[in-house]
C-alpha cells in the first residue's frame, strides 16, 4: 500500500527520463542556423514543453521575414526527419540517472503511473528505451489539442488512471510543464534548476534525487 497521499504519478518524458531534450534543441539549432535566425541554449529554454508548432513559431518570432504556413509545415517536418535521426539510435543506455528506479519506486508504492508529453514521438522514445511497459496510462499527444502550459494533458492523465487531479502529482523539466501541473491542480515536482522552475513546489536536480512526496 501506498503511504504517500497521492495515488498517481504522471511524468514528462523529454529531459525528465531521457535527455532529448538535447536532440530538439540540436534539431532545431540546426533549423534555426538555416534560415538564419538567432537562436541558442537560453532561447531554447522557453521552447521545452511547449509543441512542435508552437516552438517554430517562437523560433520564426525573430526572423526578418514573414513565413506562408506551407512553408512553416516544412520547416516543422524538416526539424522533425532531423530529430528522428537522432533519436533512431536510442537505447536503454539513454535513461536518465534514477529513471527506472523512480519508476519502480512508484510501482512499488502503490502509485497508477502516467506519462504526459506533448511529443509526437513519445511512443517511439519509450519504445527505444524498453519502458512503455512501466506506464498505466500514456498520453496520445495527437489527442490534445492544447499544449503545456494549458492542463489538458495533465488532466487526461489523470482522468484516465482514474484519480483526482488534487491526488496526482507531476514531474516536469519545463517551465511551461510545471505551469500545466500547477493549472492542472497538482503538486510539481521540477526536474533541474530551481531559478528556472520558481513555480514547482519542489526542484531536484535529476531523478537520481527524486523521493515520492
Ligand atoms: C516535448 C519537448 C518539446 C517538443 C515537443 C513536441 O514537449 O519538450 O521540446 O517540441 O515535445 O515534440 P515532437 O516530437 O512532437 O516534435
Ligand atoms: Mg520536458
Known sequence: MS??????????????????ARYHYLAWKR????????FDEAANEH????????????????ATRAYSDAEKLALATEKNEHYKELIATMSPA???????AALDTCRAA????????VSRNAFTVLDRLGITDKFDYIVDAGTIAKGKPDPEIFLKAARELGVAPGDCFGVEDAVAGVASIKSAGMYAIGVG???????????????????IP
Request: proline share 4%; aromatic share 4%; charged share 20%.
Open 94 to 100: 539513454d535513461l536518465l540517472p534514477g529513471a527506472v
Open 47 to 62: 521552447l521545452k514543453g511547449i509543441d512542435r508548432m508552437g516552438s517554430l513559431e517562437l523560433i520564426l518570432a525573430s
Open 3 to 20: 503511504t504517500s497521499r497521492y495515488a498517481a504519478v504522471i511524468f514528462d518524458l523529454d529531459g525528465v527520463i531521457t535527455d532529448t
Open 193 to 211: 534548476d530551481p531559478a528556472v522552475l520558481t513555480e514547482a513546489d519542489q526542484v531536484i536536480p535529476d531523478l537520481a534525487a527524486f523521493r
Open 110 to 117: 502503490g502509485l497508477k503511473i502516467g506519462l504526459a508529453s
Open 31 to 38: 533549423l534555426a542556423d538555416g534560415e538564419g535566425v538567432h
